[in-house]
């Protein structure tokens, strides 16, 4: 709370927020932290078992509106301005919330506060996260090494959920996209009823979730012999992926690694549709994003990002390689360690 200058508290009501900083899991809850040194955790009757035992030592409100009762802890505590998170409160909550507040307290609009600090992950973060991307790659190699023309696209994707629970995951980190053929030239396509055909390109992308952490890795394999411009194209993003990974050190500029990745799907010829990447935690897309409109300054150790670019042919196909990795003292490192060289099947 160090960085609360001028302020006298944080209502904290994103739950991965209140997670992060409370321990607390469950899906109803917000929390209030005094730069007194006050925390406090409002729930309601649901969670009062859950919340002790995930948050114990924290004084606990029970309440069916968690922010307002927080709120009111606040004003009766004399805080006179309260921050409050502009990205995660809705606009009919804030009103609500201002007109409880009257002329005690001042709510002041903030952003990012905790995402900053979940921007760099400690040991125990990086641990889960290791864990997620091992039993993603367990998954790839039970799934997609083994796949055979004839299966559909849903198949694979209930194959790859099947895949990362028998392997240890708690759920998986989104809904996988497995695209075959001309599908996957669409770069977040949701799968359908299509069998896999000779010559088609397959891409996955998927990830697990474990420990509330989540892995996120794509790659993509062909139905082979692979032709010429399958070929080509899977090159060109295996060399911009490289040379964004080698980039990937403490210093580096998001908006410049987004920036060069760019530059190389245009430089092979092709354009771009997306960002080169964004952070992994505790949510799949978080601070740092690795895109041109980035707020983040600089890599720092901890953090753990994805770098994903990807080249697509309207109605052909495209080919995406994505990885988790963790940003060391020096440099990069890999936690979704699948085999990036393009996999005939
Ligand atoms: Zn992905
Ligand atoms: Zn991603």
Redesign the pocket.
Known sequence: LSSLNGLDGLLVSNWENVRYLTGFTGSNGAALFLRTGDAVVATDGRYLIQVAAEAPGLEVIESRQPLDSLLQYAIDRGAGRLAVEAQHLSLAAFRRLQQASGTNCELVETTGIVEGLRAVKDEGEVQALRQACAITDAAFAAVVLKLRPGVTERAVADQLYAAMRAAGAEAAA?DS?VGFGPNSAIPHHQPTARPLQPGDLVKT???ARYAGYHA???RTVVVGPAADWQRDIHTAVANVQNRGVAAAKPGAAPVELDAMAREGIVEAGHRVFHGLGHGVGLQIHEAPLLVPTSTAEALEPGMVI?I?PGIYLEGQGGVRI?DTLLIGESGAERLTQTPRELIEI
Do not use: H, L, Q
């Open positions: 989104f996209i992308d998927f990830g996120d890795m794509t994805t994903e994505e």
